[in-house]
C-alpha cells in the first residue's frame, strides 16, 4: 500500500499499538470515554451503536453516502474520531491509504484491525505535520464538542491538510423536527430505564460554513441526510430538510 502521508515520527508514539494511558484528550471528557467502551461491551464493534449511534439502518444510510463521496476525491484519507473504523474501513479493501484517529483504546484497536493506519490520538493536537493528507474526514466527531472546540478542530484539520485538499464533515443535524422527535423519545427511554446519557451539541450549518472560512476552508458543497425518505437532499437549507434531515454532510476545499 502506497503511504503518501508525511508523518511526524517523534509524536507517533502509538501507532497500531494502543497503551498509553496516561494520554489525556484535549475537552474529551473522560466520562464519555467510558460511555463508549461501556456502549462496545454491549454492542461490539462491528455494530455502530457501539460509537453511541442509535439507528443502524440510518447510520449504513450515511455511511453509504459518505463513502460515495470520499471516492469522488483521490489521495490519502485522514478519518479523525474514527471510531472502531465502520465508515472507511471498507474504503481500505478498494485499495485506498487511510489513517484512523482516534482517542478510545479499544475503538483504536478495532479500527486497526480493520487496517486503518491507526493511531490513538486527540484531534486536538493531532499527531501529524502540516499538509499531509489529500482528504480529511470527520463523522459523528463534532456533535460532541461545543463552539469553541468544533473552531480548533476546524484549525487543526486545516493544519493537516494540503492545499487543494478537502474536508467532508457529517454531524447530526439536531434542530429538525425529525431529530427532534427521535432525540426526544430515546432521552425519555433513557431516563426511564437509568441508560446512561451522551452529552451532544448542536452545530448549525450557518455557524460551521462561516468559522470554516476563518481556516482557509471554503464550501463546495451541503447537503442534508434522511434516511427516512431513503434520499439525500441537496439543499440542506430547504424544507424537507428543516422536516426530515438528521444528519449534515458539508464538503470543503483548502485553498491553494
Ligand atoms: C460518535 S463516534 C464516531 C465514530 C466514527 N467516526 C463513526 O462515525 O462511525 C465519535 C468518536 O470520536 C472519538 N473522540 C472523541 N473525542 C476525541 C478526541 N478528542 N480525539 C480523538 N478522538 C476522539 C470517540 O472516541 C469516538 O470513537
Redesign the pocket.
Known amino acids: 500500500m502506497k503511504i503518501t502521508a508525511k508523518l511526524s515520527l517523534t509524536r507517533w508514539s502509538n501507532l497500531f499499538g494502543i497503551g498509553q494511558t496516561a494520554m489525556h484528550?484535549?475537552?474529551?471528557d473522560r466520562a464519555?470515554?467510558r460511555l463508549?467502551d461501556r456502549f462496545a461491551e454491549e454492542f461490539g464493534h462491528e455494530d455502530?451503536r457501539s460509537?453511541?449511534?442509535r439507528s443502524v439502518r440510518s447510520?449504513n444510510f450515511?455511511?453509504a453516502v459518505?463513502r460515495k463521496l470520499l471516492r469522488r476525491y483521490e489521495g490519502c484519507i485522514l478519518?479523525?474520531?474514527?471510531?472502531?473504523?465502520?465508515?472507511?474501513g471498507p474504503l481500505v479493501r478498494e485499495g485506498r491509504s487511510v489513517f484512523g484517529?482516534?482517542?478510545?483504546e479499544r475503538?483504536?484497536f478495532s479500527a486497526s484491525r480493520r487496517n486503518l493506519l491507526t493511531v490513538?490520538?486527540?484531534?486536538?493536537s493531532m499527531p501529524f505535520k502540516k499538509a499531509s493528507f489529500d482528504v480529511v474526514?470527520?463523522?459523528?466527531?463534532i456533535?460532541?464538542?461545543g463552539p469553541d472546540?468544533t473552531k480548533k478542530?476546524l484549525e487543526e484539520i486545516a493544519r493537516v491538510t494540503r492545499p487543494g485538499g478537502v474536508l467532508i464533515l457529517?454531524w447530526r443535524q439536531g434542530t429538525s423536527l425529525m431529530r427532534r422527535l427521535i432525540t426526544n423519545s430515546l432521552r425519555v427511554a433513557d431516563w426511564a430505564r437509568g441508560k446512561p446519557i451522551?452529552k451532544l451539541f448542536d452545530h448549525s450549518l450557518e455557524n460551521l460554513c462561516g468559522w470554516s472560512v476563518n481556516h482557509q476552508l471554503e464550501t463546495l458543497t451541503t447537503l442534508s441526510v434522511s434516511p427516512l425518505l431513503g434520499l439525500t437532499l441537496r439543499n440542506a437549507r430547504g424544507w424537507a430538510s428543516l422536516v426530515f434531515g438528521t444528519s449534515y454532510i458539508a464538503v470543503f476545499r483548502k485553498r491553494l
Open positions: 484528550a484535549a475537552g474529551l464519555s470515554d463508549y455502530p460509537s453511541g449511534y447510520y450515511e455511511a459518505v478519518d479523525v474520531g474514527c471510531g472502531a473504523g465502520l465508515i472507511t484517529l482516534d482517542y478510545n475503538a483504536a490513538r490520538g486527540d484531534a486536538f474526514l470527520s463523522t459523528g466527531f456533535q460532541q464538542y472546540h478542530l457529517v451522551l
